[in-house]
């Protein structure tokens, strides 16, 4: 069951998309590198501001408000897509068999490409007010803890938490002059 999507201009989006068969593919630097670069690269090619995200081993979540002409669709489409070429080439080289036969198993049942790393579509919330976007990046730099990888929020490497708290833009910069 596909939920109606709501692209509406100026919205900010709240997003969630999972890795097929939620292999923990993001437990290794040299797989979330990837993610970042590219949301980096997808940020200023398909202009959208990144306002928080928390990349957890077999999902990621990312709050996203395009201030371009790219829809969410065509960014996640576009992104979906290059992290997958990435990935599967990344699994390669470091010579993870089980994750690639994994990615050739996804793409042979879908009938629809030779390898298949995300599952198909992703789940968006159009965020409309300040207060929800508060609560979402609440959502988002908590997940960790709740998941049980860290005792704080502040202790997971791969979040916006840091950038908010601390005022870090180590790993990527997030747009924080919504507020």
């Known amino acids: 069951m596909h939920l109606p999507r709501f692209d509406i201009r100026g919205h900010i989006y709240y997003i969630t998309t999972v890795v097929h068969n939620r292999l923990p593919l993001f437990t290794r630097p040299s797989f979330v590198i990837p993610l970042l670069d590219s949301l980096n690269f997808y940020r200023y090619q398909r202009s959208f ?90 959502y988002v730099h908590h997940n960790p803890v709740r998941a049980g990888l860290v005792a704080s929020p502040d202790d997971y490497p791969y979040s916006s938490y840091r950038n908010y708290a601390l005022g870090e833009d180590w790993l990527i910069e997030i747009d924080r002059g919504w507020f």
């Open 49 to 138: 501001r990144l306002l928080g995200y928390v990349i957890m081993p077999d999902h990621l979540h990312l709050i996203l408000w395009p201030d371009g002409e790219a829809t969410v669709p065509e960014i996640m489409r576009d992104y979906k897509k290059f992290t997958s070429r990435r990935i599967i080439q990344q699994a390669q080289l470091e010579g993870i068999e089980a994750w690639t036969a994994a990615f050739r198993h996804a793409g042979q049942d879908t009938g629809r490409s030779t390898n298949k790393v995300w599952q198909d579509s992703y789940w968006d919330t159009n965020i409309y007010t300040e207060r929800f976007l508060r609560q979402k990046l609440n």
